[in-house]
């Protein structure tokens, strides 16, 4: 595994510390396994969809949380005591164990919903970015001096 030095971007550049948190932070982090599988896609400008495939988790579940930019799904599987244990598999195929997976949001980006259908977890998200920085028109003004006379007659000078 390689490993990332970013010592230099924290001493040439200021206020990218939160970016290069960031990047260790993701370098650092590893999936032991690829389970549960996930898309990731976008949907619009500013919207986007995470889907994850939770084949044989009941919407009670599974959980959702976001803190500090951070979205969490986990999986939390309830024991099969409807058969009371008395289950035998000749194969068992079907993964059922407990899952986490974390993904990272950038700033503004909200959970706008999230549906399970078909054994797929569809998380909708959008950018909302503040009133204060969204682009905005600003007129220009003409001082009262520099505008131009219409009617105005120039005096003559006796």
Request: charged share 30%.
């Amino acid at each position: 595994m390689r490993t990332y030095d970013f010592t230099p971007l924290y001493r040439s550049a200021v206020g990218f510390d939160r970016l290069a948190g960031l990047l260790e932070s993701a370098a650092a982090t590893r999936q032991e396994n690829g389970w549960p599988p996930y898309n990731i896609e976008t949907t619009g400008e500013n919207a986007y969809r995470i889907e994850i495939a939770v084949a044989g988790f009941k919407p009670d579940e599974l959980t959702l949380e976001v803190k500090e930019n951070l979205l969490t799904v986990t999986g939390r599987k309830t024991a099969n005591d409807e058969a009371g244990g008395e289950r035998t598999y000749l194969h068992r195929g079907l993964a059922e164990r407990d899952f986490e997976r974390r993904f990272q949001l950038a700033d503004y980006v909200v959970v706008k919903s999230a549906d399970l259908a078909d054994g797929l977890l569809s998380v909708e998200l959008a950018r909302e970015l503040p009133e204060a920085l969204k682009p905005r028109r600003i007129e220009i003004g003409v001082p009262a001096s520099a505008k131009p006379l219409i009617e105005g007659k120039k005096s003559r000078a006796a």
